[in-house]
């Protein structure tokens, strides 16, 4: 008897299922009529980022049943759709800081672990290895093997929610996705890149310049990467809507430190070159900001870059007294 009743209870799942299919049976969903017409007749999913499957090259909807969408696409609250948007200029400068973070992160490394004489060939070669990693990470996304990058983000700035799409996902139905493609997994797929290609190109650099003892160097990025890909899954959300301002900060309190320090010895090359890296950061929080909100530039200089060359006026005021 209950082998009878799993057999009917099976029975009515596949009915339920194959009745599901023939309902959806030529439903396009490629117009903006069809579009209106599967509305009509199908209600919403019910989770914010929640969706049914959805087969470009035939235009039609696969399934009625609501789901996870897949990488590369985003819900309109019916259907997933494929992500054809272009990266915003936001996007990119939070790419480009993601780059100058990790180029930091290595210098301070061969900085802390690696003697003045055996640092000439990692120099040489962590600006190589970011450049390359990011180059074949954009080319592992949508388009292939394309610089071209397509985006999820329907709005710029995105909801901090599309980040963390699980939380948001209804109780019977998990429905996590990256709404943010490819924010999320391109930082991912570039620090694994990074902590690859330095076997190959640092490798070489040594190689050429003659500096043996700097291969200890190759162990630096197989130490960092795993941390920041831990970082990028927890709080990458965060850090996405944060680095202009962090970016300001830090260069705030450096150049301040620059200038106590200058109270006690002469004004030099390298303390130049920190100071012209210190605005150059600046200018380019500032314009982040800008992309941001969309806001005018003298709004912008008025309210940012007062604090960057604020250390610089109190320094000069300051020698002239003493």
Request: charged residues 15%.
């Amino acid at each position: 008897m209950r082998s009878e009743l799993i057999i009917f209870a099976c029975f009515l799942l596949f009915s339920s299922f194959v009745r599901g299919q023939e309902e959806l049976k030529g439903k396009c969903y490629d117009s903006e009529k069809c579009k209106v017409d599967f509305r009509s007749e199908f209600e919403n999913c019910a989770g914010r980022y929640c969706g049914r499957p959805y087969n470009p090259l035939t235009g039609q909807v696969t399934s009625s049943a609501c789901g996870a969408c897949d990488r590369g696409s985003r819900t309109d609250h019916w259907v997933c759709l494929p992500c054809t948007e272009t990266i915003s200029a936001y996007a990119i400068c939070y790419l480009v800081f993601i780059v100058m973070f990790a180029f930091c992160c290595q210098v301070l490394l061969a900085i802390l672990y690696l003697k003045n004489n055996n640092r000439t060939a990692t120099f040489i070669a962590i600006p190589i290895e970011l450049v390359v990693s990011m180059i074949l990470a954009v080319l592992c996304f949508e388009p292939l093997g394309s610089l071209k990058i397509y985006s999820c983000m329907a709005t710029d700035p995105s909801p901090l929610a599309d980040w963390y799409t699980l939380s948001h996902s209804p109780s019977n139905n998990s429905c996590g996705s990256e709404a943010v493609y490819p924010m999320w997994t391109l930082v991912m797929v570039f620090y694994a890149f990074c902590a690859l290609v330095p076997l190959i190109v640092r490798t070489v650099c040594i190689l050429i310049v003659g500096d043996e003892k700097g291969y200890s160097s190759l162990y630096h990025p197989l130490y960092l990467y795993p941390f920041l890909v831990i970082a990028q899954a927890i709080i990458g959300g965060l850090i996405y809507f944060s680095f202009p301002y962090i970016v300001l900060v830090v260069m705030f309190v450096l150049q301040i430190a620059c200038y106590n320090t200058l109270e006690e010895r002469a004004f030099n090359y390298p303390d130049f070159l920190f100071l012209v890296l210190g605005y150059t950061m600046s200018v380019f929080a500032i314009i982040s900001i800008k992309f941001f909100f969309g806001t005018s530039w003298l709004l912008l200089i008025a309210a940012f870059l007062g604090p960057a060359v604020l250390p610089a006026i109190l320094y000069i005021d300051h020698r002239r007294k003493y």
